[in-house]
């Protein structure tokens, strides 16, 4: 069944591929995006699926979510995407951390999914699927570190991970799903070349994982093929 699908960062990478991803299985897509005008590869995309519709939000400006509310309305939203996400500076060890940095990873990879919650909880839970999907990492999971350093990224991850938990539990009476889901190591340019998994496998495995989880699954922290991560 059709769908309406709201993603975040969904110009490149990850963001994109999901997007792709869901117009070829008829899905509306708002796909969001920091700079609309450059934003190519969804434009290129938008001319094959009228489906698509494609507005700017920079998710850690505040100003930014409330021009979207107003440009999407009461439109009803199945599936709320957090995907846009950032790694922070390449030195992140210890002795190395830019405190100034750190916040605004955080902004972005911790803050910001809370935030689009809050301000599309309305259009998500006056629909038939009700899912707010937080892509997270493995490198935000305190259990599996066997390797430390990473300060900003790891911390941001599971500062995350513990979002997706509390609106998991807090939203759980308006029947909303929340899923913190590891994507793999995906060739984007966060990924890079070594890593191991297409952004298209990665998009349509995730897709088709959400499609047959048990009704009702939430407060969970899987793998982008149905894995489950310990937190
Ligand atoms: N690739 C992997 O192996 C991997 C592994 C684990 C988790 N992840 C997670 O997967 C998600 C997507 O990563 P990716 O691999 O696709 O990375 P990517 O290729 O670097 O793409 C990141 C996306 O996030 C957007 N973004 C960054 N800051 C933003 C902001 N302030 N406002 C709006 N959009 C912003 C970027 O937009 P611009 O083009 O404007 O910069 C871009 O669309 C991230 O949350 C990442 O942490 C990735």
Redesign the pocket.
Known sequence: MSQTVLI?????????ALTHACLRRDDQVIA????PYHARALHQLSEIYPSLSIHQ?????GEDYLELKHAIGDQVIDLLIA?????GPQLQGFGQVDYHAWAEVF???SM?PLRLAEHFFDNLKDSERRTLVC?????GSIDLNQEGGSYL?RSS?AALNAVVKSMAIDLAGDGVHVLAI???????????EG?V?E?DECAVTLLETLDRLPAGTSGQFLSYDGKPLTW
């Open positions: 975040t960062g969904a110009n490149r990478g990850i963001g994109l969001c995006c920091r700079d939000l920079d998710v850690s400006r995907n846009a996400g950032v790694l902004a972005i990879n910001a892509i997270s990492s493995i490198m990224y991850k590891h994507p793999g190591w995906v060739k984007t340019q966060m990924g890079g890593a998994v952004a």
